[in-house]
């Protein structure tokens, strides 16, 4: 059964959504290299609760990461199923502007 896709989403949106989640799955893994580096050494937590903590973290970051590949892919689907607009036919609404030259450029910048 083939995917749905909601052509009223705005590319350049789910552009911003999926750095979001590149940038989430960086800062768990900062994270995760902080509490794996400091918390053994300061003594305060034992190796199995500071492993299980980097983990989690690690665990975080390959969820962000898996969410924003597979929003990307989406992304891509969306723009090859629109429609073409002709350049002189793209719509500015609420500071964005609407149109295949905008929305390829968008998703082509990741490649």
Known sequence: MPVRINPN???VRLRKRVLLFYFAAGINLLMAL????????SGQASGGTVTLITLVFIGFAG????????????LRRLVAERPAVPAGEQKVTDGAVTGSAVTDDAVTKDR
């Open 9 to 11: 989403l705005d590319p």
């Open 63 to 74: 969820l962000n990461y898996y969410m924003a590949r597979k929003l990307q892919k989406y």
């Open 34 to 41: 902080w509490v794996g580096s400091v918390g053994g050494s």
